[in-house]
Structures are given as C-alpha cells and as structure tokens.
C-alpha cells in the first residue's frame, strides 16, 4: 500500500532564510512523487514532480526537491523564504504502475517578514 | 486556474438532503479523480474514471455517494441523505495520457447543517 508521511504539522521561517518541508514515502514499485501547495478556500495547486533521472528537481515559484531513494524522501526546499510563501503544503505519491495518488497530511509554512 | 472547473463553489444543505456536484475537467484528459478533504487533512481518495468507466472508489464511499462520468466527459459526484460527516471540501482532479501530474479544481466546499 501506498504511503505519505509529513512529520511536521507547521514549519515557520523567516523570509530570506532556506526553508525545507520534509516528506517521506512508502510504495510497493518506483514512486511518481509531487509536491503541491493549497492556499486558503483554494484547490490544490501543482508545484513540482520527480519521475525518473535527476535527483534534484525544480518547479514553480523557486521551489525544487530532492529525491532520496535509499532514505525514500522527496524533500521540498527553497533557498529563500518570501512571506507569499506561506500557505499548506503537500507531498503526494504515486506507484508507476498504478493510477491512484496518495496525499500527505500537509504541512502549513508561515514565512515571517 | 487549472482549468478544471467545479460547481457549485459552496453549498449549505440540510441533513438529509440530496446534493450533487458536478466536475468538467480540461478537455481531452480522461481520467478524473474525486477527492474528500477536511479541515487540516490531506486529499483523501474517493473514486476514479478512466473515460466513462468508473475504475477504482474508495471504501470511504458509502452507498450514499454515486458518481458518473457520462460520455467520459463531465462528471457528478452525488450524495443521498446528507450528514454533518459529509460536511468537508470536495476536490475534482484530472490527467491526461499525457501528463503524470493531476490538475486540481477549486473544490466544492459541503456544509450540512
């Protein structure tokens, strides 16, 4: 069974600083892995894939991640925090040979000025 | 905007009422997907659509909720006999042949009273 954990419910940083929302995974084959970000009464916005190749991939706003096969984590990350940032973000998986997307809890970024 | 669009956007009804949501996703993707999410919680898988065929619903789904995608194309997520449980935001994805990652709509937000 397919498996999505977010360790942490909030993560705060100040704006400037790095930031890192941590995810880590569980799925019977090779993992598709995304990352989207939902801001308030909104759907879910799609940020950035790892398929195949690369270990660090980029997407939107800045934002990139990495792909940890051996710790089987898929990392978000962005070297500079903005305020605009902030909003609750999810780590999603899905088998390569299957249809269905698993979602992670979320986690909430608040990004401080 | 994704492109997925959703309606209605709210929709307060009173327990043990009928409500019926309807999903028009970007054309040409032919799988749609139904989400439940609640407050503080991630996208919980409800049902999926390979065309008009309904393939996979989620043991969430009571005999309460019904979904069609006729003709493969728009699709309508019902529910008989509302429940306060039920009150929560109900998300429609799709995804093409194409594409790995699903496209999110606004979501419908369920308020039973």
């Known amino acids: 069974a397919q498996s999505v954990a977010q360790p942490e419910d909030q993560v705060n940083v100040a704006e400037g600083n790095p930031l890192t929302v941590k995810c880590t995974y569980s799925?019977?084959?090779?993992?598709?892995l995304f990352w989207y970000v939902q801001y308030p009464n909104r759907g879910l916005q799609f940020l950035l894939k790892?398929?195949?190749?690369?270990?660090l991939v980029k997407g939107s706003y800045g934002f990139e991640a990495e792909f940890n096969k051996s710790q089987t984590s898929f990392h978000l990350k962005k070297p500079s925090a903005l305020v605009s940032d902030s909003a609750l973000y999810f780590c999603a998986v899905r088998d390569t040979g299957g249809f269905k997307t698993i979602f992670g809890a979320g986690t909430r970024l608040f990004v401080k000025a | 905007d994704t492109g997925v669009s959703q309606n209605p956007r709210h929709k307060i009804t009173k327990r043990g009422q009928n409500v019926t949501f309807r999903c028009d996703p970007i054309?040409?993707?032919?799988?749609l997907y139904w989400y439940r999410q609640t407050l503080g919680q991630g996208p919980e898988f409800l049902t999926y659509?390979?065309?008009?065929?309904?393939?996979?619903k989620s043991r969430l789904l009571s005999d309460r909720f019904s979904a069609e995608r006729p003709k493969g194309s728009f699709s309508t997520l019902e529910i008989q006999r509302t429940e306060q449980g039920d009150s929560a935001m109900y998300l429609c994805?799709?995804?093409?042949?194409?594409?790995?990652?699903?496209?999110f709509g606004q979501g419908t937000r369920l308020t039973v009273v």
């Open positions: 659509f390979q065309n008009e065929a309904q393939l996979e």
């Open positions: 790892y398929i195949t190749g690369d270990n």
């Open positions: 994805a799709t995804r093409g042949n194409m594409n790995t990652e699903a496209f």
């Open positions: 054309s040409e993707h032919n799988r």
């Open positions: 799925v019977s084959g090779n993992p598709y």
